[in-house]
């Protein structure tokens, strides 16, 4: 007995420990408009895969395909996220850390610190959150870097339209004079609204783009919990997509029960506004795909109470069967826990036919399941402004076995028709040109 | 008496953790009665708070049951009137007692309604009356901790 006890409580530890990392679950079954999603399953504890940064050692690169090649345009930043091309062949990069901790509610928060610390490395090289203008030398490749807009608050989104600059801090949306081809904007910020974020700003990133005609901007901002665990008041506004008039401040809800919506972009030639969605944790590896959907005005995507239409959450309350039947299904799947954060279509004709109006997708990679997922760039064919078939896997290697290199995140396609990346954690820039395009 | 405390000095390493184990070992007892009591709560309420309270109840009673259980565990290693008497029944007790709760604990971390109902609550009621049966086992002699020693360890030698 003496010995016993405590043999039999390390025994208890080791089988939570070791809570089993095996995952036959085919994930290609959850790419496209009808995923298979198996039942909920959960586990003593979270199962997880947290990669570790290692960041980029000379003369490494992510992988493209054949017929590719990619190199660095922008190295040594601080946590780049996202890009915005410009109509010149000036690229907009966009750096950006979260200041200051979530509220400390309940012991969990603590570890979930440590995850999101341990898989998001260092705080970059230098001052973060801020603008950077990256302009391409004559050989068609960025010479020169300067700082365009500077002491920014968590900035994601940015939109050009005319002469107007928009910037998506964390708090607020942001109006700069500025002419393309100038390296300076023309004067200091006029706040257009403010945005949903402290004390607690979970999702912080507030993807950002205008309608074609540039009349109206559209704002994601993603939720401050996983399920609600915060309450129903902590999400005021959030999990939303919000039309916002630039001219008068005045926004509306566009789309609801989104929890985390990036990549907002509108399909070229349409008024179609597509986006990419983090689905919920925590209902094991192959729950919940996290999705890409064209967003219809006034829907429900089901978020907290249903995902993927009329499935129900159990872990809220209280229900909403009435929001849960309102819910619609997303337009194509991208399998579980890949974390999209990054859509751009192509629309440039330096790459081969097929990519023509197709999709680009930064997923910046999983930590809620054991076996990564993400950690790449895929691109899903279009057809009629419809996604069709599997994703291709464009730029990968982003892992290096299970450590992280980089994770991508914002994508672009820029004047020449090169695909530009950002990637955060590897504080690089990347660009892929087609092999024999020009620029 | 005086042939009782006799026999307690010749333990001094006990002399030094029974009035410290006395101070510990409630301490997770009520705090996982209070746990109970929020996981109750909640059930009823699906306010979120009480969950939070939850998990902060468990996770303080388990770090206060950790400091107590080294006490008597040194306890133990120290003192043979302990091993002799009912010491064995308590330690069995208070360490199931502990395990629930960390068991409990794991599924408190869990986000919404399926960290406490059903097998969250299920955990705390089974974890509280493991807590209580141990805290019964010090019944066994209606005096204060220190003597319960000396009393067990009369009863071992005659």
Redesign the interface.
Known sequence: ?NIR?PL??AA?MAL?ACSSGHDNFDKSTQYGPDPQLPEPS?T??PRMGISKVVGWHPGEAPTVPQGFKIEAIATHLSNPRNVLALPNGDLLVVESQKDGKEPL????RK?MDWIEAKAHGGTGNGPSNRILLLRAGADGKPAEQTVLIDNLNAPFGVALVGDSLYVADTDAILRYPYKVGDTKVGGDATKVVDLPAGPIDHHWTKSLTASPDGSMLYVGVGSN???????IAAEMNRADILEVDPKTGAFDVFAHGLRNPNGLTFYPGSNTLWTVVNERD?LGPDLVPDYMTSVKRGAFYGWPYSYWGQNVD?????QRPDLVKAAIKPDYGLSSHVAPLGLAFYTGSSFPAQFKGGAFIGEHGSWNRPERNGYKVVFVKFENGKPVGQPIDFVTDFLKGDDARGRPVGVAVDKSGALIVADDVGNTVWRVTANGATG | MAELVRHVETSGVARVTAPIYVLLFPVPVVLFIAALVTDIAYAKS????W??FS??LI?AGLLFGALALIVLIVEFCASRAIRAGVG?AH??LF?AAL?VE??SM??H???????VVPAGMTLSILGVLLALCAVGTLFRVPVTWVTYREVAYREALS
């Open positions: 007995m006890t039999a409580i208890c939570v959960r003593l504890l509610e309940r012991p969990k570890v919990s996983n399920i609600l665990e915060r309450g925590e159990e872990r809220v309350r209280p | 699906a306010t979120i708070t969950l939070n998990e902060w996770a064995w330690l069995v360490v395990v960390l068991f794991f599924i971390t869990r986000d919404g309604w399926t960290a």
